[in-house]
């Protein structure tokens, strides 16, 4: 139910998108999530499908930790490798330097999606869905009508995505440890329990996003 009302959320609100971005801005937004998708699969190396097959809530919360660690560190990697980009010469559209942002809020996104299932928080994940379609749209929206921008579309992504991240954070019952997210040997022990998450779960993802992207770089 909160999936079909996010949605039509989303649907309600483009009659005025339309009407407040060009078929530019909507490009471009299409060219960021091709890029994205591919990306957010990498992140995680897909450690959050493992979490609906955890023992425990301890371990559950683990696993949890381990996704959003992995993700981390690979979202400052992708900032660091646009660096080294960018001092090689090389220039390409500055809506990019949103990627790894975008790459971070959207993985975690789907982490706590599968976290919130496992550990039964349904009214949680319902409400977090819809508030996360709610910001996007209305930050979209703001940002088109007041301050237009031809990366209003992906900045109220993001945005949306950082509310809807923060919501879920805060109030599930599983609170985030942020001295063991942010430690590298939290990850590195565990990593071997996840080999066929790694192996075979994610060039699957992988395939499949990319079967939508490689039409957009295509275009």
Same mark, same amino acid.
């Given at each position: 139910?909160?999936?079909?009302? %996010?949605?039509?959320?989303?649907? =309600?609100?483009?009659?005025?998108?339309?009407?407040?971005?060009?078929?530019?801005?909507?490009?471009?937004?299409?060219? #960021? #999530?091709?890029?994205?998708?591919?990306?957010?699969?990498?992140?995680?190396?897909?450690?959050?499908?493992?979490?609906?097959? %955890?023992?425990?809530?301890?371990? =559950?919360?683990?696993?949890?930790?381990? %996704?959003?660690?992995?993700? #981390?560190?690979?979202? $400052?990697?992708?900032?660091?490798? /646009?660096?080294?980009?960018?001092?090689?010469? =090389?220039?390409?559209?500055?809506?990019?330097?949103?990627?790894?942002?975008?790459?971070?809020?959207?993985?975690?996104?789907?982490?706590? !999606?599968?976290?919130?299932?496992?550990?039964?928080?349904?009214?949680?994940?319902?409400?977090?869905? *819809?508030?996360? !379609?709610?910001?996007?749209?209305?930050?979209?929206?703001?940002?088109?009508?007041?301050?237009?921008?031809?990366?209003?579309?992906?900045?109220?992504? $993001?945005?949306?995505? *950082?509310?809807?991240?923060? /919501?879920?954070?805060?109030?599930?019952?599983?609170?985030?440890?942020?001295?063991?997210?942010?430690?590298?040997?939290?990850?590195?022990?565990?990593?071997?329990? #996840?080999?066929?998450?790694?192996?075979?779960?994610?060039?699957?993802?992988?395939?499949?996003? /990319?079967?939508?992207?490689? *039409?957009?770089?295509?275009?």
């Amino acid at each position: 139910g909160a999936t079909a009302i %996010a949605q039509v959320v989303s649907y =309600c609100a483009i009659p005025l998108l339309t009407r407040l971005f060009s078929v530019e801005d909507y490009a471009t937004l299409a060219l #960021f #999530f091709s890029w994205l998708l591919p990306l957010v699969v990498l992140s995680t190396l897909r450690i959050e499908f493992s979490i609906p097959d %955890a023992g425990s809530d301890s371990e =559950c919360s683990l696993r949890r930790d381990i %996704a959003l660690n992995v993700s #981390f560190y690979f979202s $400052i990697g992708v900032l660091l490798i /646009m660096f080294l980009i960018t001092l090689l010469g =090389c220039k390409f559209h500055n809506v990019f330097w949103l990627l790894p942002l975008g790459v971070l809020v959207t993985a975690w996104s789907q982490v706590y !999606n599968f976290y919130t299932t496992r550990i039964g928080e349904y009214r949680l994940n319902g409400y977090n869905r *819809i508030v996360g !379609n709610l910001s996007i749209s209305l930050i979209s929206i703001a940002i088109g009508y007041f301050f237009y921008n031809g990366y209003g579309l992906v900045v109220g992504f $993001i945005l949306g995505q *950082i509310i809807s991240v923060l /919501m879920v954070v805060v109030f599930s019952k599983g609170k985030l440890s942020w001295r063991d997210l942010l430690g590298v040997r939290f990850a590195y022990p565990h990593i071997s329990g #996840f080999r066929k998450y790694i192996i075979y779960n994610t060039p699957t993802g992988l395939i499949e996003v /990319m079967q939508l992207s490689i *039409i957009v770089f295509v275009l």
